[in-house]
């Protein structure tokens, strides 16, 4: 009796070895290719693009044009793409990490790293072992740790960290980054992603001092973002990017390592039938979005049919659902954050044709004045969010930072004069309680 075990490809750095099938499913021939049937069934044109290594290991040739289907990192060289080699780099870093989480997500043993981290740290801490750490703060180190090796990042700002953190002086890019999003969903393996945005370091504030110059290129608009994308960790790991050409969703081949291009060009249906809210906060739900859910579950909206409610609670996964189907994912309260999820999966929707609104504005026009700034996010179909948008009142409230100010200081270099800790000079566009806060760095990276 056979099993064929599978080492993944060096270039996956995945450690362990992994029992895909057994020989009895699979008519298995350890001299061929071990996916030989899975890819004539795809019908790829011209050659597998596969071969095995000594020692059984699958990887791919890397002939994407030749093979037919295309690898992220074939993508990312397109002539067309221009994303250029520094972002390449920087890529393969991202996409190293992320399929370090999924393997993290997907681990048996990651159940001890879901619980809570005051409650971990109450039981660990002994000089010889380390504090267990949630998983969310394990992926966010995994990211870090690779952003940091690429040599491409200034700056990285993530959701799990108060203050940003500065890598290196001559890095081109600037990341943020909700590391693991859902994770309050891993044990019962819902499914979980990562969200990240990509902006260029503003050489224009490299004078600045290091905890400024962090705040500061972390807080650029949405309108300046070079790339996003998530990551979502399901029955497939998918990675959904766009470069500002379109949106594109990758699939992880785990047997090569290598993401393939399987959704290019995405583009959003102009109106699907599914909305995707916390119906259980519907009493404290403003008049407006009540009755526009009201509607379309009866059939009763400009688009005739009645609506089918979807909620995973998982952003990602619920967005990427939006994405391919239509409709509406929402979160009317003031939860999720203008800076690491909001803009970047705002950006993904505008690149599919879709929307990205916290109810009243474009999410790419506002400017945030918080790294942790949350606010009420509405992503999907346009004409959906069209209609939702009509109903006028639909945020389920207000607080002092849900409505940042307009990308009037998206120009980073006014915005620099007239926000940053050292700032020179107030604005109008500031309220007062803001800019009495001016000296303070620490008062750009709360929540309100
Ligand atoms: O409790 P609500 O309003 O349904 O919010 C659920 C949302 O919160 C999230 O879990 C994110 O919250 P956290 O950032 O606190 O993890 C999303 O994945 C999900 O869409």
Same mark, same amino acid.
């Given at each position: 009796?056979?099993?064929?075990?599978?080492?993944?490809?060096?270039?996956?750095?995945?450690?362990?070895?992994?029992?895909?099938?057994?020989?009895?499913?699979?008519?298995?021939?350890?001299?061929?290719?071990?996916?030989?049937?899975?890819?004539?069934?795809m019908?790829?044109?011209r050659?597998?693009?596969?071969?095995?290594?000594?020692? /059984?290991?699958?990887?791919?040739?890397?002939?994407?044009?030749?093979?037919?289907?295309?690898t992220? !990192?074939?993508?990312?060289?397109?002539?067309?793409?221009?994303?250029?080699?520094?972002?390449?780099?920087?890529?393969?870093?991202?996409?190293?990490?992320?399929?370090?989480?999924?393997?993290?997500?997907?681990?048996?043993?990651?159940?001890?790293?879901g619980?809570?981290?005051?409650?971990?740290?109450?039981?660990?801490?002994?000089?010889?072992?380390?504090?267990?750490?949630?998983?969310?703060?394990?992926?966010?180190?995994?990211?870090?740790?690779?952003?940091?090796?690429? *040599?491409?990042?200034?700056?990285?700002?993530?959701?799990?960290?108060?203050?940003?953190?500065w890598?290196?002086?001559?890095?081109?890019?600037?990341?943020?980054?909700?590391?693991?999003?859902?994770? *309050?969903?891993i044990?019962?393996?819902?499914?979980?992603?990562?969200?990240?945005?990509? #902006?260029?370091?503003?050489?224009?504030l490299?004078?600045?001092?290091?905890?400024?110059?962090a705040?500061?290129?972390?807080?650029?608009?949405?309108a300046?973002?070079?790339?996003?994308? %998530?990551?979502? #960790?399901?029955?497939?790991?998918?990675?959904? $990017?766009?470069?500002?050409?379109?949106?594109h969703?990758?699939?992880?081949?785990?047997?090569? /390592?290598?993401?393939?291009? $399987?959704?290019?060009?995405?583009?959003?249906?102009?109106?699907?039938?599914?909305?995707?809210?916390? =119906?259980?906060?519907?009493?404290?739900?403003?008049?407006?979005?009540?009755? %526009?859910i009201d $509607?379309v579950?009866?059939?009763?909206?400009?688009?005739p049919?009645?609506?089918?409610?979807?909620?995973?609670?998982?952003?990602?996964?619920?967005?990427?659902?939006?994405?391919?189907?239509?409709?509406?994912?929402?979160?009317?309260?003031?939860?999720?954050?203008?800076?690491?999820?909001?803009?970047p999966?705002?950006?993904?929707?505008?690149?599919?044709?879709?929307?990205?609104?916290?109810?009243?504005?474009?999410?790419l026009?506002?400017?945030?004045?918080?790294?942790?700034?949350?606010?009420?996010?509405?992503?999907?179909?346009?004409?959906?969010?069209?209609?939702?948008?009509? %109903?006028?009142?639909?945020?389920?409230? !207000?607080?002092?930072?849900?409505h940042?100010?307009?990308?009037?200081?998206? =120009?980073?270099?006014?915005?620099?004069?007239?926000c940053?800790?050292?700032?020179?000079?107030?604005?109008?566009?500031?309220?007062?309680?803001?800019?009495?806060?001016?000296?303070?760095?620490?008062?750009?990276?709360?929540?309100?």
């Amino acid at each position: 009796m056979h099993s064929a075990a599978i080492l993944l490809s060096p270039i996956s750095n995945f450690p362990p070895r992994i029992h895909l099938f057994h020989s009895k499913l699979q008519n298995f021939h350890p001299r061929l290719s071990l996916y030989t049937q899975p890819i004539k069934r795809m019908a790829f044109p011209r050659g597998l693009g596969f071969r095995i290594s000594a020692g /059984g290991t699958a990887v791919a040739s890397g002939d994407g044009g030749g093979s037919g289907f295309q690898t992220l !990192r074939e993508y990312m060289g397109r002539r067309e793409e221009h994303v250029g080699d520094e972002l390449v780099v920087l890529f393969s870093h991202l996409e190293y990490a992320c399929k370090r989480v999924a393997a993290l997500v997907a681990s048996p043993f990651n159940s001890s790293l879901g619980k809570d981290f005051s409650a971990a740290a109450a039981a660990g801490g002994s000089a010889e072992r380390d504090t267990p750490k949630p998983l969310d703060i394990v992926a966010n180190e995994i990211i870090l740790s690779s952003l940091k090796n690429s *040599r491409k990042v200034a700056v990285m700002a993530s959701e799990e960290d108060d203050a940003p953190v500065w890598l290196a002086d001559d890095g081109p890019f600037v990341v943020v980054l909700d590391p693991l999003d859902g994770s *309050r969903n891993i044990d019962a393996s819902i499914p979980t992603g990562t969200i990240f945005g990509i #902006y260029r370091r503003l050489a224009e504030l490299d004078h600045l001092p290091t905890e400024e110059k962090a705040i500061l290129n972390s807080l650029q608009s949405g309108a300046k973002l070079i790339a996003s994308g %998530y990551v979502l #960790y399901s029955s497939a790991t998918i990675l959904c $990017t766009s470069f500002g050409s379109g949106t594109h969703a990758f699939t992880l081949d785990h047997s090569t /390592g290598d993401f393939i291009l $399987t959704h290019p060009n995405i583009k959003i249906p102009p109106r699907g039938q599914i909305y995707s809210v916390n =119906d259980a906060r519907y009493f404290d739900w403003p008049e407006g979005l009540r009755k %526009y859910i009201d $509607t379309v579950r009866q059939g009763k909206g400009k688009h005739p049919k009645k609506y089918s409610a979807r909620y995973i609670c998982s952003l990602v996964a619920d967005f990427h659902r939006t994405l391919l189907y239509g409709g509406i994912a929402m979160n009317p309260r003031d939860h999720l954050r203008l800076v690491y999820e909001a803009n970047p999966l705002s950006f993904l929707a505008e690149q599919a044709g879709g929307k990205g609104s916290d109810g009243k504005a474009r999410i790419l026009s506002l400017q945030p004045v918080k790294l942790h700034q949350r606010l009420p996010l509405f992503l999907g179909s346009p004409d959906d969010i069209e209609e939702l948008e009509s %109903y006028g009142d639909i945020q389920q409230k !207000r607080s002092c930072c849900s409505h940042p100010v307009r990308s009037e200081l998206s =120009d980073p270099v006014s915005f620099s004069r007239n926000c940053s800790p050292s700032g020179a000079t107030t604005t109008r566009l500031m309220d007062s309680a803001t800019t009495s806060r001016l000296n303070e760095p620490s008062s750009f990276l709360g929540t309100s």
